[in-house]
């Protein structure tokens, strides 16, 4: 496999005029038809979902000055289309952990500055019900809100319309900002642009030899670690490899289903959670499965093994990528 240098890799970057949304609307374009999202409760197509974020880019009531938005919602449709929403809209996206607890959730909403947090009122009652700082807006309201002629209009000028008349970020915006636990306390935002998560999308889709507009991902991921975000949304979206989505990494029983359901050929996951899933599902389950890549803490070599043992056309890899590198 080629090797880039560094100077190399920056100029590959600084030749891409692209931002998310631009390269996700221009996918959505050219095989419209294909399921962009998978999951229990039904599919999205690419049209569709490019559709959506831009009609709920513009019902997100969004003051002029207000650059962050939070988000708190699982991988699947919901977070796919107020993500991109957000990127399309030349806002920034603030993916929120809610295992951090409420008081680090206000610590983090007043670090970035957000007045506003798009969530879900399942996500949130399953959550135990935590309260969130600003103003909230509910994922339900927003997708029970879209107008059948606003979609197919919308619709319309996603295939028409040059990507640029409808995306208003620039590839050097901040595109996301990841808050990382780091060593102390208080929680670390980072900085994310357009430019650089291209970058990083392109790179996992060379070296690990995702084929674009073909492949299928599984993730359980959590939205606001650069893992479940980058690999697990963007470069799904903006690559055409389709989103097979469970929003719980611990029900390794709903993992087995959808893994036999999409015939995922990918998998991102921790250590921890491919241990559980050994427990729960079959090999048949996990029959289509061609690389599973852990990150978040380091995989004992003994894992690799078994996992091999157990799973004989899938390779358990290991990632590792700083959240401040996208």
Avoid at 105 to 120: G, K, Y
Avoid at 141 to 154: E, F, I, M, Q, Y
């Amino acid at each position: 496999m080629p090797r880039l240098t560094y100077d190399q890799a920056l100029a590959e970057s600084l030749r891409d005029r692209r931002t998310l949304g631009a390269a996700t609307i221009a996918r959505a374009r050219w095989r419209w038809g294909r399921v962009a999202v998978q999951e229990q409760r039904g599919d999205i197509s690419r049209l569709r979902l490019a559709a959506a974020a831009l009609v709920i880019r513009d019902m997100l009531g969004l003051a002029p000055d207000e650059r962050r938005v939070g988000v708190m919602l699982p991988p699947g449709r919901g977070g796919a289309v107020v993500n991109l929403a957000l990127a399309l809209g030349g806002r920034t996206s603030v993916n929120l952990n809610h295992t951090a607890g409420e008081v680090q959730i206000r610590r983090m909403a007043e670090l970035a500055d957000l007045r506003t947090i798009v969530s879900s009122r399942l996500y949130l009652e399953r959550l135990g019900q935590p309260e969130l700082p600003g103003r909230v807006v509910l994922a339900e309201d927003l997708l029970g809100g879209l107008s059948k002629p606003a979609v197919v209009w919308a619709m319309l000028k996603v295939i028409a319309l040059p990507s640029r008349w409808l995306d208003r970020a620039r590839p050097d915006d901040v595109a996301t900002i990841i808050f990382s636990s780091g060593t102390t306390g208080d929680p670390k935002g980072v900085q994310l642009t357009h430019r650089q998560v291209l970058a990083n999308c392109g790179a996992m889709v060379e070296h690990v030899e995702i084929a674009p507009d073909s492949a299928t991902l599984l993730t359980a991921l959590p939205l606001f670690h650069s893992f479940g975000l980058v690999p697990g949304m963007w470069m799904c979206l903006c690559y055409g490899v389709r989103i097979a989505a469970h929003p719980d990494p611990l029900d390794a029983t709903g993992i087995g289903v959808m893994a036999e359901k999409s015939g995922a050929g990918y998998m991102i996951s921790t250590p921890t959670f491919v241990r559980s899933y050994m427990r729960r599902v079959t090999p048949e389950q996990f029959k289509a499965l061609r690389y599973s890549v852990v990150g978040a803490e380091k995989c004992p070599s003994e894992l690799h093994a078994a996992f091999r043992a157990q799973y004989p056309n899938s390779v358990l890899l290991e990632g590792y990528g700083c959240t401040e590198l996208a």
